[in-house]
């Protein structure tokens, strides 16, 4: 297949196959969901469909699944929809969650990327019952928190909760009601859906008012004409994701073979649960966006962190979070599979992150010898 | 040409309700699908080759959209629909200005996005003036002019009406509002693809455009943001910062593609198009007519898109009639709130009575319609309308001359 490695997959996933047939069948139905008509209803059918599937991924009910745009105005619509000032959020949510409310308490985490419990249940002893951000995976090392323990603490203390499980869903097992969280967020093309389709599930009888305002789409809680191809494929990438693979293998190879190169590369959150796809190693001594190019050039793609910033090259502050020093951060890439990874991929990185190691070093030795 | 053939069944129903939404050109899919399968990257992502190869599709297609409306590409960003736009553009300039200006400028008919985003604006403070429009659907500019206020931050008019299809004066509103120094903002959702636009001769500052009413995708839309003179909006999504700050999240670069290329599509051939529309429109009326009397078309004819008409069928319940009438699809109104049995606002605006306004289809004809269907919809419709006059004892007494107006109801 590809002359590329594409191991970018918390970026984005390219769709599943199936996914692009179940959006074509939908595009083929046209209509608006919102026309009495025959060729409305049938998009409706379409929409209903996927809210059904997306529902199963997360074991929700369909009513309590609003589809929106995508990840970042899942999560802006949760943290501007509960109606609480109070806002605590952990200290490496996504940007579309810190942007979104500047003014909230950040939850710090541990040196493994951990969000810190103690930590929380002090912030959780102020006046005014909050609203708690803390996400499902972080995107950037892929370290899984401890959302059903936020949850219990968070209850003691009358707060909501609400988990980015964008890089979570499809990847490990979510469950909205065994975290026990009143609000989720999804994105479709981190699954191998479609880009510019996401979701909010809202629990039922949690608290929740609607920004936008226009045609009274979603139940009234998200107007504008819904975008079905983009939700039948939603529908389909969640159906297909649920039927998980075992990418812990690849996993593990690659990095057992990264660390045998250089022992001293460190795998951040290596020593607590991540998720199977992710690993954000450092390559001593060299930065990532050199490193990034040097693998494109190889034909592996990968990233120097989150692909969001909009090609600002700025220093991780998931890192900052974990303690790492800034001169360490700069060294560090992320590489995460997907649904489409092969063996072959794994072994074009490894080829590739060992040369580029090795010429840097000799370089260096051969440096210092000639000093 | 009928390329809708690839996506129409002959056992489905004339589709003749455009301006809810139109069946995507196949061209636009076309373009589409390099996207969703190899040229899948990130926009974003400026690592690798994937990330830039998506980045240059989005950026063509920004350069194809801001084509359509006389603008620069850098002015146009892309967003996940017209009310998405439509919401960020009102609010996002209200918020921006609100230590200086309070007051906003709209008309009573527009679409509901933009109502309810007056509504909320209201209850934090702002004061909202509702221009009501003439019996022809359209604005009185002196009574616009009158409304503004050196409160006034924009005037939110949209180009054309979603239900009966007017196009309100565009240009000569832009003058006014450059002239009293007020942001000018159009809902041009009904309008973009169908009528020349040009934001530069119109002064406008702000435009709203969807995907999905230009034989485009679903889920995308744009919005023109003047930046000489510069405007500014506090935006409504945060976080990664795209879409140089006004608009965060990752770009679905397959719909950015369709929207641009539906864009391109509607320029070549919009010309061409437009007659061949209003043909098909004066056939579908003369026709319709010729076969029934009492029939009202509501609305401005001359200052309308070919692609509409709004009917009122005299005696004979709108709804009724779509029932009989299975093998088109059309609606009573806009198709968010299609599925109420409300009279039409905007009918109501236009002076037309409820009884009337309850009688009233609104056509949509576009690209894809053919004149065998108008044809075929003139028959059904006459059929239909007048089965149902034949059994209404209200056609019987107007036939006979009785003022059913006159007439006193019994309260139940």
């Known amino acids: ?371 | 040409m009928n390329a809708f053939s690839q996506i129409r069944r002959n056992d489905q129903p004339i589709y003749l309700d455009y301006q809810a939404t139109t069946p995507m050109d196949p061209r636009v899919l076309e373009a589409m699908m390099p996207y969703f399968t190899y040229k899948f990257g990130n926009p974003h992502s400026r690592s690798h080759s994937y990330g830039w190869e998506a980045e240059e599709g989005v950026e063509k297609a920004r350069g194809q959209v801001a084509r359509l409306i006389g603008a620069d590409e850098k002015e146009v960003i892309f967003t996940s629909g017209a009310t998405e736009s439509n919401n960020l553009a009102i609010r996002g300039v209200a918020e921006f200005y609100k230590d200086r200006k309070n007051h906003i400028v709209t008309t009573v008919t527009e679409h509901k996005c933009v109502l309810d985003t007056c509504r909320h604006l209201e209850q934090n403070g702002f004061e909202v003036t509702y221009l009501p429009v003439q019996q022809n659907g359209l604005i009185d500019l002196q009574v616009l002019r009158d409304a503004i206020t050196d409160k006034t931050v924009v005037v939110s008019v949209m180009a054309v009406n979603n239900e009966i299809g007017v196009i309100q004066p565009l240009a000569e509103i832009g003058r006014i509002c450059r002239e009293k120094k007020v942001f000018f903002h159009t809902d041009a959702a009904q309008a973009a693809g169908k009528i020349p636009l040009d934001v530069e001769a119109m002064n406008i500052d702000l435009l709203s455009i969807s995907g999905h009413k230009i034989y485009g995708p679903k889920g995308i839309g744009a919005l023109y943001v003047r930046r000489k003179p510069r405007v500014r909006l506090v935006p409504l999504i945060v976080g990664g910062g795209q879409e140089r700050g006004f608009r965060s999240g990752t770009l679905p670069t397959p719909l950015c593609v369709g929207l641009g290329e539906a864009a391109e599509i509607c320029l070549k051939e919009m010309d061409g198009e437009a007659k061949r529309l209003k043909k098909l429109q004066e056939r579908m009326l003369k026709g319709l007519q010729a076969k029934l009397p009492e029939i009202y078309v509501n609305g401005d004819l001359e200052h309308r898109i070919p692609g509409n008409l709004n009917i009122s069928f005299a005696h004979v319940e709108g709804e009724s009639l779509m029932m009989g009438i299975k093998g088109l699809s059309v609606s009573s109104g806009s198709a968010c709130t299609s599925a109420s049995l409300e009279p039409s606002y905007v009918l109501r605006a236009l002076g037309v009575e409820e009884e009337m306004a309850h009688t009233s289809l609104r056509i949509g004809l576009g690209r894809f319609t053919t004149e065998q269907e108008v044809d075929t919809a003139v028959d059904d419709l006459a059929h239909h309308v007048t089965k149902l006059r034949e059994m209404s004892p209200l056609w019987e007494m107007s036939q006979e001359g009785i003022d059913i107006k006159s007439i006193e109801w019994a309260a139940h």
């Not at chain 1, 693979?245 to 795998?267: G, H, K, T, W, Y």
């Open chain 1, 1 to 371: 297949m590809p002359a590329f490695a594409y191991l970018d997959h918390n970026a984005t996933s390219p769709i599943r196959p199936p996914v692009l047939d179940a959006m074509v069948d939908a595009l083929r139905v046209g209509g608006n969901p919102s026309s009495v008509h025959r060729a409305g209803r049938a998009a409706r059918l379409h929409v209903d469909a996927a809210r059904r599937q997306v529902a199963a991924l997360v074991g929700v009910l369909p009513s309590e699944v609003v589809f929106t745009s995508g990840g970042t105005e899942a999560n802006n619509m949760a943290l501007g929809g509960t109606g609480r000032k109070r806002v605590l959020v952990s200290a490496i949510e996504h940007e579309s969650i810190l942007k979104a409310v500047p003014w909230a308490e950040r939850i710090p985490v541990d040196r493994n990327g951990v969000v810190d419990l103690a930590a929380l249940d002090r912030m959780l002893a102020g006046s005014e019952p909050p609203l708690v951000s803390v996400m499902f995976a972080n995107n950037e090392t892929g370290v899984i928190q401890p959302v059903a323990d936020v949850v219990r603490l968070a209850r003691a203390a009358d707060a909501l909760v609400h988990c980015d499980a964008v890089q979570g869903a499809g990847k490990a097992p979510v469950d909205l009601h065994g975290l026990g969280v009143d609000y989720l967020s999804l994105s479709a093309h981190k699954l191998g859906g479609p880009t510019g389709v996401g979701a909010l599930v809202v629990r039922a009888g949690a608290p929740f008012g609607a920004d936008r305002k226009g045609g009274g789409q979603e139940s009234n809680r998200r107007a504008g004409t819904e975008n079905v191809a983009g939700i039948a494929g939603f529908g389909a990438a969640a159906e297909i994701s649920l039927s998980g693979q075992d990418m812990a293998s690849l996993r593990d190879r690659m990095e057992a073979a990264l660390q045998a190169v250089a022992p001293q590369a460190r795998i951040y959150g290596a020593a607590v649960r991540r998720l199977a796809n992710t690993t954000c190693i450092s390559m001593p001594g060299v930065n990532a966006e050199t490193q990034v190019m040097a693998l494109d050039l190889a034909g592996v793609c990968v990233s120097a962190g989150a692909a969001c910033s909009s090609g600002k090259v700025t220093r991780s502050a998931v890192l900052a979070a974990m303690g790492v020093e800034p001169a360490e951060s700069e060294t560090a890439i992320r590489i995460s599979c997907g649904w489409n990874t092969v063996s072959e991929d794994i072994d074009r990185l490894i080829a590739a992150w060992k040369g580029l190691y090795i010429r840097v070093t000799h370089s260096d030795l051969s440096q210092a010898r000639a000093a």
